[in-house]
């Protein structure tokens, strides 16, 4: 009586059980379809490792291999290239790389802007396949590993020794391109032209006029920090070599033999003269006033200051101006070739090793040159010619630890004068306080227009 009086009581209690259980069922059937498909998905997962450890050489079930091409992005609608880029800024917002990720993100949202709903539902959507259940796609996901391994590879790479141009020309070898979209959208493509729609010439001639024949390297740099397309254009030799040539002339002398590894490294060691600014100094001298005729104890002493600049073209040519104004008033004076106050002096220079020769000549009327008017007679006597004067300059080229080449240091400096046949030669006292080192100063006005590209 005990025993079935207790086996009713349990079956009782089964049945209520299972009946409760039913009806929390019946209540929440969304809830245990997704905790089924969870624990799905985990054995799925578990079962994939276990497969990775025991057949390390092998690959998984899921994931077969496929051959994907560089022509693969573009046979891919839309949607795929959409998701392969939001699946690759989720891997990379995973490796805490939120601004690489950003950047994906944006991109593929410009595509679809819904594109985060789609890849959300097309994941957890079930479908009859294995790859449709797991919202796979075999073409997408190999783009996006392929994506993820380069990215990893340039970030986390150490490029301290390594030489960027060789580097970035095995990765322009796997894509076969210089230049790519930022933006995959059609209607750009058909509105507007693209730096890679140019052909290579062109763009190797347009970079020859942004260098031009002042020889603007900077921008030349500037255009090489946009990408590593522009990188390896910016590194072309016969760009270089052309600017090396144009600095020393027949100084250049031979690449092969000589110290430098190319002619980006000779133009970039090899002491030379900077040309976007004016080496600039400026001298100070004491004066004696005139005495006060009430107080002739009172000695009145004057300092003087004046500048000196100095303007080198690349074309050998040079402008000297010595004054008392301000360098932002002068500076304006020495942008031409040609200029027309006749206060400033024109010459050649060249560069032989670390030094700089200057000759510059100054030719001066004679000095009753105004008393000859048109039309009026003049007395037969000995013409008297005028005063011709030639500077012989020699300076030093000196690098400062901040900048190279930046200054430059008096050696020697002789004035010739020629005046009725009679030659006079005066060397000058090259002495610190009289000729201090000239230091240069960039002027960005200088480089602003292209009068000719390199040649």
């Excluded at 062109?202 to 946009?226: G, H, N, Q, T």
Aim: proline share 5%; aromatic share 10%; glycine share 4%.
């Amino acid at each position: 009586m005990d025993s079935t009086s207790g086996d009713a009581g349990k079956e009782d209690d089964d049945e209520s059980s299972s009946s409760s259980s039913s009806g929390t069922e019946s209540t929440s059937p969304k809830r245990s379809e997704l905790d089924d498909f969870r624990e799905k998905w985990q054995q799925e997962l578990k079962k994939e490792q276990q497969h990775a450890v025991q057949n390390p050489s092998q690959p998984t079930p899921a994931s077969s291999p496929v051959v994907v091409t560089d022509g693969d992005w573009e046979r891919l609608s839309i949607d795929q290239q959409a998701r392969a880029l939001y699946m690759q800024g989720s891997e990379l917002e995973r490796s805490g790389k939120v601004y690489e990720a950003m950047r994906l993100y944006r991109r593929a949202t410009q595509l679809v802007p819904d594109i985060e709903f789609k890849v959300y539902e097309k994941k957890h959507a079930p479908a009859p396949s294995n790859d449709a259940a797991t919202g796979a796609d075999p073409i997408v996901d190999e783009l996006v590993e392929r994506m993820i391994e380069a990215n990893i590879d340039e970030e986390e790479e150490n490029l301290e020794n390594v030489d960027l141009g060789l580097r970035f020309q095995a990765l322009m070898a796997r894509s076969r391109k210089l230049f790519e979209r930022a933006n995959n959208d059609r209607m750009l493509i058909v509105t507007s032209a693209h730096l890679s729609d140019l052909p290579m010439e062109l763009i190797l001639y347009i970079l020859r006029w942004v260098v031009s024949c002042d020889l603007d390297m900077k921008s030349l740099e500037r255009f090489a920090s946009v990408c590593r397309g522009c990188y390896l254009l910016a590194r072309d030799p016969e760009i270089w070599r052309h600017a090396c040539m144009r600095v020393w002339g027949v100084n250049l002398g031979a690449l092969k033999g000589s110290q430098f590894g190319s002619w980006r490294e000779m133009y970039i060691k090899r002491p030379r003269i900077l040309f976007h600014g004016c080496y600039i100094s400026r001298a100070s001298y004491l004066r004696s006033g005139e005495n006060s005729f009430q107080d002739q104890f009172y000695r009145p002493v004057q300092l003087v200051e004046y500048y000196r600049y100095f303007r080198f073209f690349a074309d050998g040519k040079v402008l000297m101006l010595t004054t008392a104004d301000e360098p932002q008033q002068c500076v304006v004076k020495l942008k031409q070739r040609y200029p027309v106050q006749n206060e400033i002096l024109r010459g050649h220079y060249r560069l032989l090793d670390d030094m700089v020769i200057i000759v510059i000549q100054r030719n001066r009327p004679p000095a009753n040159a105004h008393l000859h008017r048109p039309g009026r007679k003049v007395r037969d006597t000995e013409p008297e010619y005028g005063q011709q004067q030639t500077f012989y300059m020699e300076l030093q080229i000196v690098s400062t630890a901040k900048r190279q080449f930046s200054q430059l240091h008096w050696k020697q400096y002789t004035m010739v004068q020629l005046r009725n046949n009679q030659e006079k030669t005066t060397q000058f006292d090259l002495s610190t306080t009289k000729y201090p080192p000239l230091y240069f100063s960039r002027v960005k006005s200088y480089h602003q227009e292209s009068e000719g590209p390199l040649k």
